[in-house]
Structures are given as structure tokens and as C-alpha cells.
């Protein structure tokens, strides 16, 4: 694949927030995309919106909110499984879902450098990978994970990890993918 044909992701976790953006520049970061459904943090104040949002502008990187159309908690009900678990093969079927997608591969299309954001540190254990690397996968983008100053794992790496080896199955065949936890 293209290296430019990539779209980066990262998570925060318990980082602070001088790391996080010496992570976003390490990569050249333009635009960060909060894809937090609730763009706030409980347990690291830094990551809530304003504050992010101020922290990383007067470096230069811009801020975009999609929480709304990729967020891993929807308010569509009709997403979650009987047993409480965002259910991603409904999610990605949704019209929000699928409107901001195209917007990342727009953003893809026009070349710039955007990575999206979450608060689980590890790709594997958040929609991220599961759901939005997946699908853009499909349509030849690749999702690079930012996991440290110049350290990355390909989608298929985190997919590996989720699977046990068996990423390919996963991603191109029918596949079962749901959210860690239960959230109704």
C-alpha cells in the first residue's frame, strides 16, 4: 500500500499530555480527530475537549470532533447486542457511521496527515482498530496505531493480536467484532 494512503490513530490512556502531542508530531500530525463519543475525560482532565483541543492547536495540530458519527458508544440503540455490547457489524451499516467515514477517506483523498483519537491506549482494545481500521481497510486506506514517539503498529499487526494470527479471516471475511464492554 501507498504510504501516503494511511490514516493514523492513537489513544491517550493515563499519558500526559506533553507525550501525547510529542507522539502526534513525531508523526506530523495536522489534524487530530476526537472519535470519543463524549469528548471528555474522567481521569486526565487534559483530554477533555477545551483543554485538548487548546493544548494541541497552540502546537500547531488542528482539532475536529466526530464522536457524533464514529464514536464507539452511538446513541442508536439499535446498535447494541442483546447483552449490552456495541454490536460493529450494525454500527458500520449505519448512515452517520458510513458519512464519517467518508470523511476520513475524503481527508485521505486530499492528503492530509490526520490521525483519530480515542482514550484506550492499545488499538486492540478499542473501535479504533475493530471497527474503523477494518472498514477503511476495505477501501485500501491503512490504519497506522501510534503507540509511542515514532513507534507504530499496522492495522494488521493490532488485527493479529485481536484474532491470535488469524487477521485475515477477520478482515475479509464475516467477522463477530463487538465492544469490550456492556454500556446499557
Known sequence: MALENNIFSIGYGNKDINDFILELESFRIEFLIDIR???????NEMFNQKLLK????????KYGFMGDSLGGLPSDRSCYTQNNKVDYNILKTKDFFIEGLKRLQDANEKKYKVCVMCSESNPKDCHRAKLIGVELQKVGIELRHIIGVSKEKTQIQV????TKGDGLTTLFGEDNLT?????I
Open 159 to 162: 488485527i493479529s493480536e485481536i
Open 37 to 43: 463519543s463524549k469528548p471528555y475525560s474522567k481521569f
Open 179 to 183: 465492544s469490550r464492554k456492556k454500556y
Open 54 to 61: 487548546l493544548a494541541i492547536e497552540t502546537r500547531g495540530i
